[in-house]
């Protein structure tokens, strides 16, 4: 499976951004999608995740509020809404695809390439 994340950019605080997620290749098995973010000097954390049938939701604890995960399953992407954004935010946003559950940074293989966001204060 390879991912190919968009969506990054530039905003001021306050405003929103939409990060899309695509996967191809091997898109029959039933992974866990989702995004984690780290910002220079720190590890990752954990952002949004959702499961292969949408059915169930994930966010990291800062962030269920301000930031909404939606999966297309017909077209192999998932979403990342992120409205009301912070300085705080600026970070390398990445996706990832798991077949695990715990779908954690550390044991996770599959990773897109990093889109950046950058929230002006």
């Known amino acids: 499976v390879q991912l190919q994340a968009c969506g990054g950019g530039l905003v001021q605080a306050g405003g929103s951004l ?12 039933r992974y866990i999608m989702g995004w984690f973010r780290q910002a220079p000097g720190k590890e990752h ?6 499961g292969w049938s949408a059915d169930r939701v994930y966010y990291g604890d800062s962030l269920k509020g301000r930031f909404t995960i939606s999966r297309d399953t017909a077209k192999n992407t998932v979403h990342l809404q992120m409205n009301s954004l912070k ?9 990832a695809a798991d ?14 390439q990093g889109t950046q966001v950058t929230v002006s204060s």
């Not at 077949?99 to 897109?112: E, H, M, P, Y």
């Open 45 to 50: 954390e954990f952002v949004a995740a959702i």
């Open 99 to 112: 077949s695990s559950s715990s779908f954690a940074a550390a044991t996770i293989k599959i990773w897109g």
């Open 18 to 29: 939409r990060l899309s997620c695509t996967a191809s290749g091997r898109t029959s098995s």
């Open 87 to 95: 300085p705080e935010d600026t970070a390398g946003h990445y996706c």
